[in-house]
């Protein structure tokens, strides 16, 4: 069983950056991919990021350039630097683990809301 921790979410304003971490609780278990989802109210959970085990990453279009995610492979952490921030990026923001065995972990989420 892996259990997700993100952290780092927070308000901030039209332009600023937030960075959010993901900790998984334990360091041993092979996690193949990590990523980042996010749910706006009234709204579906949309994808937003991914990162492999050799470094490859996947953006979605509307944070392309403004969004950085990267992992501690030893530590099975995982960050999103967000810059740029828009009221439209506003949402909990989720993390997500597939480990090697292809079970899937999600986290709480983190709240990220941004004023115009």
């Known amino acids: 069983q892996v259990r997700l921790v993100e952290s780092g979410g927070g308000s901030v304003q039209a332009g600023g950056s937030l960075r959010l971490s993901c900790a998984a609780s334990e360091y041993s278990f092979c996690i193949n991919d990590m990523s980042w989802y996010r749910q706006a109210p009234g709204k579906e959970r949309e994808f937003v990021s991914r990162?492999?085990?050799?470094?490859?990453?996947t953006y979605a279009d509307s944070v392309k350039g403004r969004f950085t995610i990267s992992r501690d492979n030893v530590k099975n952490t995982l960050y999103l630097q967000m810059n740029s921030l828009k009221p439209e990026d506003t949402a909990m923001y989720y993390c997500?683990?597939?480990?090697?065995?292809?079970?899937?972990?999600w986290g709480q989420g983190t709240q990220v809301t941004v004023s115009a």
């Open positions: 990162i492999v085990k050799d470094g490859s990453t």
């Open positions: 997500r683990a597939v480990t090697c065995s292809l079970f899937v972990y």
